[in-house]
């Protein structure tokens, strides 16, 4: 019986040496990072629609500089160089663009790395001074609480408004968008639009 609480002592005090080790051990390697710093860091992804190619442009090249995933968002119903006709009144973007209820349905809005990012370049062309609606679906599907928006977009010259976009997600902080002409798409003007943000991605 003595023997036997003798060894329990025995293993009660070694778990206690072990415990003051590790509390030891991990406060030196906090105490002992200093990685000072003046801009925010943060894992991010890229998320985009592209009708004819331009915003998958930008898209690529801010993934391919902050190495990271990077999404397209794809219509269930793709947009036909006919459905993007905005001087017909009765193509698709124009009966969409009347009609305050539409939602453009995606094939996919829920991506693996989304969960993890704290920042999400979401990309579209600008369609009458907007954000192509036809990434509401995405925005709508998900929880963006602690993540920042970072809008961007392609146009002929237009700039664009998140105004509407932010009433979607309101728990989503947005920063000031993006928007490059079709003749500023290029890795230079995006390498100094992502630089100037100020965070390590
Ligand atoms: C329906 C529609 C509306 C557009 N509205 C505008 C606009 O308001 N201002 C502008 O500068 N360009 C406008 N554009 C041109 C596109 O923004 C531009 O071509 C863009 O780069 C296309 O991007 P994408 O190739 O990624 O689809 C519009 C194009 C379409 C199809």
């Known amino acids: 019986m003595k ?3 003798l060894f329990v002592l025995s293993l009660v005090a070694s778990g206690l040496v072990l415990t ?7 406060s030196d390697t906090s105490g002992g990072s200093d990685s000072s710093s003046s801009s925010e860091s943060g894992t991010a992804m890229v998320v ?3 009708a004819t190619g331009n915003t998958e442009e930008v898209a690529q090249i801010i ?6 995933p990077i999404y397209e968002l794809e219509p269930v119903d793709p947009y036909t160089s006919e459905d993007l006709n905005y001087s017909d009144s009765n193509s698709r973007v124009s009966q ?3 009609d305050p209820n539409h939602l453009t349905e ?3 809005v829920a991506f693996d790395e989304f969960v993890d990012s704290e920042y999400i370049f979401l990309g579209a062309p600008v369609w009458w001074g907007e954000l192509s609606w036809v990434i ?5 599907s998900n929880d963006f609480t602690d993540k920042t928006i970072i809008p961007f977009a392609t146009a002929s010259s237009s700039n664009f408004s998140v105004d509407d976009l932010k009433k979607l997600s309101e728990e989503a902080t947005w920063m000031e968008g ?6 500023e798409i290029s890795e230079e003007n995006v390498y100094n639009w992502i630089d100037s943000l100020n965070i390590n991605f």
């Open 20 to 26: 003051a080790c590790g509390s030891s051990d991990s």
């Open 3 to 5: 023997f036997k609480n």
């Open 96 to 98: 969409e663009r009347n």
């Open 178 to 183: 993006r928007r490059f002409r079709q003749s």
């Open 48 to 50: 985009y629609f592209s």
């Open 136 to 140: 509401n679906d995405f925005v709508l």
């Open 106 to 108: 995606l094939v996919n």
């Open 63 to 68: 993934s391919n500089y902050i190495d990271s």
